[in-house]
């Protein structure tokens, strides 16, 4: 079912906002069937911290500069969110995936994901300034240096300190991971098609706010007006026949008549090669008429078949007209061959 993409800056709140919408939607899940009757939607909350991915693995500054656009920590860590979501995509399930999300071209793939199994998705922001997002993060670098000078684990998880990020198992960033995963953080765009629909919800949006950006966000991914998902029609194989597949028709007519040259001409060539036609014009022959004295090989006649090939791939989307159908190929090929052997010397 449909895929909630939650994105954001570091430590700006966005795992608080996914916990108020996982509440959200298993409340709504709740009431909405019938008295009786089982729930139409599974819910599920895909994170770094549900599949214990940690957070030092986008932590590109003790790399060197050559080498991290090849990061292999964080490829792994996304090769894993991406098949729990994968995973978890049905037409029976809502799936949020909270995490930075910060990469355009991440959020296609997962777009590309909805698409595939024909289930809608939609992207939710989380806003939050840049200096306040920093100033959370400092905040949780000295309380976990307090916790750890006390020699105690943090792993409390409760927003005790009502900084905004609640359930952060994981912690802070380090400052110059923080500052690289911001520099590297690309907005999504409400006028691309992969972050549409987006939704917004401010730092300052209390619960009333948030549950009026909850309702159109549930309206769009499971309510009775939300958009029809269709397959993407450039990935439907075409069929292999003669209103199917204009390359392939035209591959096979094409070696069809070389065929019958080879196996009809003389010793030493100079026959007339008749070629039956096709289509309507059943009873209508085609004649190939091959030079005199001079026996045509198969390396000829496949060059010029391949030059014929070349010069007619353009009528791709047209065989349906008529035009280019089988019985067209026959004669304009016949005629390309007339052609060439009036001038081969």
């Not at 909805?114 to 809608?120: F, L, M, Q, S």
């Amino acid at each position: 079912m449909p895929l909630i993409i939650v994105t954001g800056f570091p430590t700006s709140g966005k795992t608080t906002r996914a916990k108020q919408l996982h509440t959200y939607l298993t409340e709504r899940i709740q009431t909405a069937p019938p008295s009786g009757s089982a729930p139409k939607y599974r819910l599920h909350l895909i994170s770094d911290q549900t599949l214990s991915i940690s957070r030092s693995v986008y932590d590109l500054s003790a790399l060197p500069a050559h080498t991290r656009s090849a990061n292999a920590s964080e490829k792994d860590a996304r090769a894993s969110l991406y098949g729990a979501v994968k995973r978890a995509l049905s037409d029976r399930d809502i799936v949020i995936l909270d995490g930075l999300n910060y990469i355009k071209g991440w959020r296609y793939q997962l777009f590309c994901e909805a698409k595939a199994v024909r289930t809608p998705s939609c992207v939710l922001q989380v806003g939050c300034s840049r200096e306040r997002s920093r100033l959370l993060n400092e905040a949780r670098l000295a309380r976990e240096a307090a916790v750890e000078g006390a020699g105690e684990a943090r792993r409390e998880g409760n927003d005790v300190d009502g900084d905004g990020d609640g359930g952060n198992e994981e912690g802070a960033y380090e400052p110059a991971n923080w500052e690289n995963l911001v520099f590297r953080y690309e907005e999504p765009n409400a006028m691309t098609r992969w972050d549409s629909p987006l939704f917004t919800l401010i730092w300052e949006d209390g619960e009333e706010q948030a549950k009026q950006v909850f309702d159109s966000l549930w309206d769009a991914i499971a309510g009775d007006t939300r958009k029809v998902v269709k397959p993407n029609q450039a990935t439907v194989q075409r069929g292999r026949d003669a209103g199917g597949d204009y390359l392939y028709v035209l591959d096979r007519e094409t070696q069809e008549i070389v065929k019958r040259i080879l196996d009809q001409q003389g010793d030493e060539g100079g026959n007339d090669v008749k070629i039956p036609q096709s289509g309507a014009n059943g009873n209508e022959e085609l004649v190939v008429e091959l030079p005199a004295g001079k026996k045509i090989g198969l390396p000829q006649l496949q060059r010029l078949r391949r030059a014929f090939m070349g010069l007619n791939r353009g009528g791709i989307g047209l065989e349906n007209v008529g035009n280019l159908g089988p019985g067209r190929i026959r004669k304009s090929f016949v005629g390309y061959l007339n052609d060439a052997f009036e001038n081969y010397g």
